[in-house]
């Protein structure tokens, strides 16, 4: 079936600089998309959505853009923090939210 | 307010033998999830609970069985453990309808 995935598994990046996490979906019938953060020992967290009928949604320090045409979706972080450091998953609605496919994660690493 | 709560965080079993994760959550939401995360392969949904008294079947129920006991509860029963369910188990809950799942902090699994 279709999966979302991700284009890098590891990122690194200066403490202040801004933070861009990929994702690639494939599914074209996805209309509602998640980032989710995970600190090391805990669940997941919920960052931010983004609906389909949207391009971009700013929220606090993080943005995200939807790029339909070639089925990408990114994370921005501005001004990356080290308690920033985390994996962070993109996960995809295809119509239900009981069925959210999530992708493999991005452990975002910020260097002092 | 305690969100999401899963027990136990850890256990240790023999293959062949059963156990029940339980999990609870006090935000009155109607749906609830139970999620296996393995390395590099990201979250994956075993069985979710749209609402009290009903089950559905996720991306990897075989070898599992859930119960939802009442509103705030929904538990996840391994009746004959193997090592490929070595994993972390996540709950989560929702309001319905939304992709803002809450997640518990994990139970840690391991099947000898």
């Known amino acids: 079936g279709e999966s979302v995935g991700l284009h890098l598994p590891t990122l690194s990046v200066q403490e202040g600089d801004n933070s861009i996490i990929n994702c690639a979906y494939s599914?074209?019938?996805?209309?509602?998309f998640i980032w989710y953060k995970q600190e090391s020992g805990k669940g997941p967290q919920f960052i931010i959505d983004?609906?389909?009928?949207?391009d971009k949604r700013q929220g606090q320090r993080v943005t995200v853009l939807l790029n339909k045409t070639v089925k990408h979706l990114s994370l921005q972080i501005a001004a990356t923090q080290p308690g920033d450091s985390a994996v962070y998953f993109c996960?995809?609605?295809?119509?239900?939210?009981?069925?959210?496919?999530f992708g493999s994660g991005t452990q975002l690493t910020v260097l002092p | 307010n305690a969100g999401v709560t899963q027990t136990p965080k850890f256990q240790v079993l023999k293959t062949g033998q059963s156990m029940t994760l339980q999990c609870a959550q006090d935000?009155?939401?109607?749906?609830m999830y139970w999620y296996r995360q393995d390395p590099g392969m990201g979250l994956r949904l075993i069985y979710y609970?749209?609402?009290?008294?009903?089950?559905d079947k996720g991306e990897v129920p075989n070898g599992y069985n859930v119960s939802r006991l009442n509103k705030r509860e929904f538990s996840l029963r391994l009746e004959s453990a193997a090592p490929s369910q070595t994993s972390v188990y996540f709950c989560?809950?929702?309001?319905?309808?939304?992709?803002?799942?809450?997640f518990g902090e994990g139970s840690r699994l391991t099947v000898l």
């Open positions: 599914n074209s019938a996805s209309d509602y």
């Open positions: 935000m009155n939401h109607n749906s």
């Open positions: 989560a809950s929702s309001e319905e309808g939304t992709g803002e799942l809450f």
């Open positions: 996960a995809e609605n295809p119509g239900s939210a009981r069925q959210l496919t």
């Open positions: 983004i609906r389909s009928n949207m």
């Open positions: 609970s749209a609402s009290e008294g009903t089950t």
